[in-house]
């Protein structure tokens, strides 16, 4: 007689959902200034737009780490004030903003409120490290300044 594990469809659906957005580099950006919340993947820029992604992104709950920034500007220069820490358990993104809503307080708190225009948040569904250099691109592929992107030649 076989001792086979019986088949746990939610399971094999939710380490597939996993598998896709390791594959396609997926993360969430939202920025307040231009009220922007996209789909992008973090490593090329790229915007996603694959409903199977989203719905891997959406359906199920993941370990999330998140990239927290007050979004600065003082004339020509800009700048982020950033933390980046991962949440203890799996959450929903639908869940996410109410969960570093205090922490998104604590950072714009700590910068010069002449300066600062705004907040944004990176969220990837994987425990990865993002510097302060690419979030930065990744801050202004979505315009968080509120300046649009040029089109590159």
């Not at 094999?12 to 594959?23: K, Y």
């Not at 809503?101 to 990865?128: L, R, T």
Request: glycine fraction near 4%; hydrophobic fraction near 40%; aromatic fraction near 6%.
């Amino acid at each position: 007689m076989s001792r086979r594990k019986p088949n746990n469809m939610r399971a094999r659906m939710e380490r597939a959902a996993g598998g896709l957005l390791r594959q396609h580099h997926a993360c969430i950006v939202d920025a307040s200034v231009p009220e922007v919340q996209v789909m992008l993947n973090y490593n090329n820029l790229g915007q996603i737009i694959s409903r199977t992604v989203a719905n891997a992104l959406c359906d199920f709950a993941h370990h999330w780490t998140v990239y927290i920034s007050a979004i600065c500007q003082n004339g020509p220069e800009r700048w982020a004030k950033s933390v980046e820490y991962e949440l203890a358990g799996i959450h929903v993104i639908t869940k996410l903003p109410d969960l570093f809503e205090q922490p998104v307080q604590d950072v714009i708190a700590s910068c010069n409120p002449k300066h600062v225009i705004g907040h944004a948040w990176i969220a990837v569904p994987d425990s990865i490290t993002i510097d302060e250099q690419h979030a930065h691109r990744i801050y202004e592929r979505v315009s968080a300044w509120g300046i649009p992107q040029r089109a590159s030649a």
